[in-house]
């Protein structure tokens, strides 16, 4: 029986006025056509871009290590063209497509077969013809153009596998020619060396018993500042990003992002599975923001960059109940580390004894549930707080925090990073510029208004999952959105702005049509200012 707790009906009913309005904002979403693998939870719909020149899709399909090529000219019933095998190479994990349209290419980032070893950049034209494939570094795990397809930026992970760990590291190949003309010789490879010589800055979230700085991160994700000088790279694990200069090829910083306080109004969250209740309340707990996806903007002023803040362990993590909690912090532990309070609730075990005594004086649990809006310099403009799970509370209080892999999971994923949001993408149409973050568990896509980021706007939420189908059997709909691309009107097949979103679990990719309303009324969810 589903509860709801009732000190949080005031609020909620607030936030339901404010999303009435909101649904009267400039835009909303509709689903108009969606490719189906057939393959469930194996990856086979990952990363997507589009090529206006010929109206296909390309999409990362890691089960069966090609690049799935989808006809999307008619938005209503994507079809499969022909599938590009990468399997020579390895195996792909992101693929873009050369903006520029008289190139016909497209790149894709290849890991190799032995996962520590070296990946490529591997180009291809747009009907699948092999060019060229170029060394990076060690699991390429996301690429990207800028510089109006002037320059690749590739996120080099390296995550460690039977016991080699090797650097992670961002390449930047030069492809003014298109890949084609690119040569090894011209691929740089910027690494994290600097920091083992001259220090680490603090806050940096570093793991114990690593040997160098350069082999503990792991890049992620990554945004080209708006006019390509610089680019923001997220480094998940260590909760953090770098920032490199694209034209001197240098590392410029890292930042360490710091973290949300969950005992404050407004950034609570929902920590427990067996509370049989939806209840967002405020805890005792540090949320590490971690961010997987990084998008930027400009508001004409100022750049911008936006994260979806998912969080991710490497195992270093326990339930509160299981830790020793430093009684004089926490005197009431034995009532917080029951199951129904914070005692299922996934934290940090390398974080948290700030006096080096064993116990823990503080709680660091992974993401913040939320999206954030940064300034260049990384100063925190706005997050979004506890609008993820209060929207979802409402809008789908029967499956609130369900898993991506069934369905009748409601509140499965309250001790471990809830929604979870992970992809992200920013999109300016209309004279306004918009925020679309999937979110990975429940699945869907949140819509915010962000043209100014100091007073953002909640849009609508929406998704295309079907919670009476069943996952397995692939009649519950689209789950686990990974990547996301926006075609704008001018190059969209329908002369409409448009949304692909590519979804992990259920193996589908899904074409919105994105329309036009009476611009009135756009409710203003506030947000969280820091």
Do not use: C
């Amino acid at each position: 029986m589903l509860f709801i707790n009732p000190i949080r009906l005031v609020a909620l009913a607030t936030l339901s006025l404010t999303i009435g309005l909101s649904l009267q904002a400039r835009i909303s979403l509709v689903h108009r056509g969606t490719h189906e693998t057939g393959v469930f939870d194996e990856s086979a719909a990952e990363i997507v871009d589009y090529d206006s020149a010929t109206q296909r899709l390309f999409v990362v399909n890691a089960d069966s290590d090609t690049i799935d090529v989808l006809d999307a000219s008619d938005v209503d019933n994507p079809s499969l063209l022909f599938s590009i095998d990468i399997s020579p190479w390895g195996a792909p994990n992101s693929v873009a497509v050369d903006p520029r349209m008289w190139i016909h290419e497209i790149a894709v980032a290849v890991e190799a077969d032995t996962v520590t070893d070296p990946g490529h950049v591997v180009f291809f034209d747009t009907d699948g013809n092999f060019i060229k494939s170029l060394m990076v570094g060690a699991l390429p795990d996301m690429l990207v153009y800028g510089q109006g397809g002037k320059l690749i930026a590739v996120a080099n992970e390296g995550e460690p596998d039977g016991g080699v760990d090797p650097e992670g590291s961002v390449s930047l190949i030069p492809v003014r020619w298109g890949g084609m003309n690119a040569m090894q010789s011209d691929v740089m490879t910027v690494g994290f060396g600097s920091l083992d010589t001259e220090g680490a800055p603090e806050g940096l979230r570093l793991f114990p018993g690593v040997e160098s700085i350069a082999q503990d991160l792991e890049p992620e994700y990554i945004a080209f500042s708006p006019f390509g000088v610089r680019i923001w790279v997220t480094l998940q694990e260590a909760n953090a990003v770098a920032i490199i200069n694209t034209f001197s090829g240098k590392l410029e910083k890292v930042l360490p992002l710091g973290t949300i306080d969950h005992s404050k109004w407004g950034f609570g969250i929902d920590a427990s599975d067996r509370d049989d209740e939806i209840n967002i309340a405020n805890w005792p707990v540090m949320g590490m923001f971690m961010p997987d996806a990084i998008a930027s903007y400009s508001d004409g002023e100022e750049v911008f960059y936006v994260t979806a803040n998912e969080g991710d362990d490497r195992g270093e993590d326990e339930r509160v109940k299981d830790l020793d909690l430093d009684p004089t912090v926490f005197p009431d532990a034995d009532d917080l580390q029951e199951d129904e309070e914070l005692g299922r609730l996934g934290v940090s075990t390398i974080d948290g004894d700030t006096d080096g005594d064993g116990d823990f004086d503080a709680l660091y649990s992974y993401g913040t549930r939320s999206f954030t809006i940064w300034s260049a310099g990384g100063k925190r403009i706005f997050d979004s707080g506890d609008d993820f799970e209060q929207i979802i509370a409402m809008q789908l209080p029967e499956e609130f925090n369900s898993n991506n892999d069934e369905n009748g999971s409601f509140e499965s994923r309250s001790d471990n990073k809830g929604p979870e949001p992970e992809a992200i993408e920013i999109a300016h149409f209309w004279g306004r510029t918009y925020a679309f973050i999937g979110l990975e568990r429940i699945s869907g896509i949140m819509v915010y208004d962000i043209t100014n980021p100091r007073r953002v706007s909640f849009v609508e939420y929406v998704h295309n999952r079907d919670f009476g189908g069943d996952a397995e059997l692939g009649t519950a709909g689209d789950l686990g959105p990974e990547g996301i691309k926006f075609i704008p009107q001018h190059k969209s097949p329908t002369g409409t702005p448009l949304l692909v979103v590519a979804n992990e679990v259920s193996g589908s990719t899904s074409i919105y049509e994105i329309k036009s309303l009476r611009p009135i009324g756009i409710g203003d969810l506030g947000g969280n200012a820091p």
